[in-house]
């Protein structure tokens, strides 16, 4: 099971819903049933990919939820009690979060058992993996003592270019003694780009690509760390 909690949808936007924002029925509709103390239902609203995955979409109206959130008694674990939920029946769920620290990303990270850290082989995405960082250690200490970091993940290499190179060297330098820098490099590709308008994933796509071939890898070593 796949949920996006980023209100921009860009997950359920690839995944070949193509406007999400017209949903009948999203993620924040599933969390404002919690809120109002509704029954949960885990299947309601979901997308059934053609890949074998089961899809809560998210949409525009998690940016409403974050406000309404601020009201909320335990507000960092509403996310909690539908993930709960759903671990009756899926294996795995993955939860695709916003590239910022808000309510939302606060409330995956207290429901998560780990979180993989993809990071941009560029100065800026790097510079802020500090205070993620430290917000992650947070959460642990107060909302899930179970939280670990399953590593970082360095993406979009261009090993082309020195800059690349440099900006992994700083990654490895800077946090490999206290959290897992996965060795394995997702390599900057232009047919990995084109999938987010295919509505497929990657192995549907370009299956024997570089990108491809990588996330297979990433895939095996995070399922091992698992057993």
Known sequence: MIIDSDPQGSLTISLGCDEPDSLDYSLANALIGIINDEPIDVTKGLIHHEEGVDIMPGNIELSSLEITLTGVISRETILREYVDKA????????????PSLGMMTI????????????VQAAYLPVKGLQQLIKTIGRVKRQLNPKLEIEGILITMVDNRTNYAKDITAQVYEAYSSTVNVFPIEIPLSVRAAEISASGSSLYVYDPKGKAAFAYTALIKEVLNHAK
């Open 107 to 118: 409330n995956a990270l207290a429901c998560a058992d780990s979180v993989l850290i993809p």
């Open 87 to 98: 671990r009756e029946l899926y294996d795995y769920i993955i939860i695709d979060c916003m």
